[in-house]
């Protein structure tokens, strides 16, 4: 079966499919590139993949296209389980999914175009103020994932004890997202050193949104 991605080079949700599909050892046989810069996901052709307009979508064989980045990467651990990206136990896999959830379900739906958008055009919003509302909330995600990080007794090498999780895809991207809009992570050591653990493995090193096709050679 065929897998098809997606894809744009600086959508933080696509990088955690990405992450996920390179732990599993799964290259996509296709991608395609929607660029969110010139308005491509809301064009007639992806309006008919994806009705949300967002990204990413994967199509994985025959069925239906598979949308929302947590959901396909659950169906990517399940349909490929080794390695697991979720703890054996269940208060493990509420810890790690409330973790991915900090990341991809409160901060940076805050901070995707759509919303940058309308912002801009519906609200008269500025530039400078558009760019502080991200870095808000960027940083109040990567702070209270601090709290938890450095005050949990699940945390070790990565986000819950030392194997990779759902939880290490999210975090990394979040600090993708604040190197994109220039937001210190200092303040945040725990996040910082579970996020150069990750780096240190070839598949989030390769994932990242700045060795894709079409990024600039800095964001």
């Known amino acids: 079966m065929s897998i098809k991605l997606y894809s744009f080079w600086r ?16 290259t996509p046989d296709e991608v395609v590139t929607i660029d969110l810069t010139k308005g491509d996901q809301h064009g007639a052709a992806y ?30 651990d399940e349909t490929r389980p080794d390695p697991p990206l979720l703890p054996a136990d269940p208060r493990g896999r509420a810890r790690v999914r409330s973790l991915a959830l900090m ?10 175009p759509r919303v940058r958008e309308y912002l801009e055009r519906e609200l008269g919003v500025p530039e400078a ?16 994932l601090e709290r938890r990080l450095s005050g ?5 090498r990565f986000c819950h004890g030392d194997a990779v999780s759902l939880a290490d895809i999210c975090l990394v991207s979040q600090v993708a997202g604040a190197g994109f809009f220039s937001v210190d992570t200092t ?8 996020a150069e ?23």
């Open 11 to 26: 959508s933080l949700a696509t990088h955690r499919v990405r992450i996920a599909l390179a732990l599993k050892g799964v």
């Open 103 to 112: 990341v991809a379900a409160d901060a940076h739906p805050l901070m995707v």
């Open 152 to 156: 949990e007794a699940g945390t070790g």
């Open 47 to 76: 309006d008919a993949v994806n009705p949300m307009h967002a990204l990413p979508t994967l199509v994985d064989g025959d069925g239906p296209p598979l949308v929302q980045s947590l959901a396909i990467i659950e169906y990517l």
């Open 187 to 194: 303040p945040y050591p725990s996040v910082r050193r579970i």
């Open 129 to 144: 103020a558009r760019t502080a509302w991200c870095r808000h909330w960027i940083a109040t995600a990567l702070g209270a």
């Open 197 to 219: 653990a990750c780096s240190a493995i070839e598949a989030f090193a390769t994932a990242h949104p700045l060795r894709q096709p079409g990024a600039p050679t800095t964001a």
